[in-house]
């Protein structure tokens, strides 16, 4: 008896095709054929941390001990971050050809090395650190290729925002942001009618009130913490090149403007309120606050330039449910007439949650 044909199911649609860099990492570690590859890779990583162990330590001490750096633990984790969406977007790696890969590599590897070495009988730590970063991206390019260099470039670049300034640099830098903004709070306090006698970073208040603007409200730490993170706004934002060299620009005006309005709002503080509140956990409150304002600041100046640009030079969407498919689901804003306003996948117009940590966690898993 004839059996009547049955319609196949359909198989069901997977949820989320586009690569994962672990998981990639994970199958290499798992197949016998790439594992001695691995095992290389993992003993030259190996090789470099020993040789830089000082430098390392360095960061530790920096990032444990200086709050201007305590941000410093967080920029590897975002360069990795940001790996992971580079390999999202363009997918594994090609074989490296040639042996242009290990000539340049290999050159940039010694140098970092010899650097290193010299900092051995010279202890300058950030002659080392940059070393470090020097090794670790020659390593890249000798196992990789000068092609995955070009691919991954913004990973290690950013990993130069965990890197401690030399004290000296530091402090030829912040004194005059130090001193600039104990003028401009003065001056604005005068005109707004608080008389204030300003005598170097020193601020007399009526009363004889003292306010004292130390080195840490140079503005130091809003200006590096606002660089990095405009540097990343920029690399993320699908938009032409000078619409990201606005966005890094604006860090600078942005960063001394909230630092300025945090001295005045200290010495509006201590001159109608009471001096205590301008002092431990409230004058760090003050500054969370006054970044907050930074932030939209910086998410306004996007918006701004989103009105301008419009959709000019914004990359062609590469995830899968905009390729290959004909079809795509969601109407874009620039399809609905809206203006974009997608500076970095979303950032000028919302938060997006794929800059949240738990966004950051899925994408590395």
Known sequence: MATPDRPSPTPEPAADASPS?????????????????????????ALVLLAFRDALGEFKYAWTTDDNYGHGPLVPLLSLYFAAQVFRREGPLPAAAGRSGLWLGGLLLGASLTVNAVTLPLPIPFLGELAFLGALTGAFTMIAGPAALRRYWFPFAFLIFMVPLPIALY????????????????????????????????????????????????GMRQLTG???????????????????????????????????????????????IDPRYAEGAFHTMEGVLLMGMGLLLLNSVCMLMDLFCGNDGASPPTDSN???????????????????????????GRISPKLSLGAARKELS
């Open 226 to 272: 606002f660089l990095a993170l405009a540097a990343a706004v920029a690399y993320l934002a699908r938009r032409p090149a000078w619409y990201r060299a606005v966005v890094v620009l604006s860090a600078l005006p942005i960063a001394l403007f909230a630092n300025t309005t945090r001295v005045v709002a200290t010495g509006y503080i201590m001159h109608y």
């Open 322 to 348: 905009s390729s290959g498919t004909g079809a795509d689901p969601e109407p874009t804003a620039a399809a609905s007439g809206r203006p974009r306003l997608a500076g970095a996948e979303g950032w000028s």
């Open 21 to 45: 860099l672990l998981d990639d990492l994970l199958r290499r570690v798992g197949d016998p054929a790439e594992r001695p590859a691995v095992l290389a890779i993992v003993a030259c990583i």
């Open 171 to 218: 402090s030829r830098i912040a004194s005059p942001l130090q001193l600039m903004a104990s003028r401009v709070a003065s001056g604005f306090m005068n005109a707004t009618g608080v008389p204030v006698l300003c005598e170097g970073n020193r601020m007399t208040l009526p009363g004889g009130v003292q306010m004292f603007v130390a080195e840490a409200c140079s």
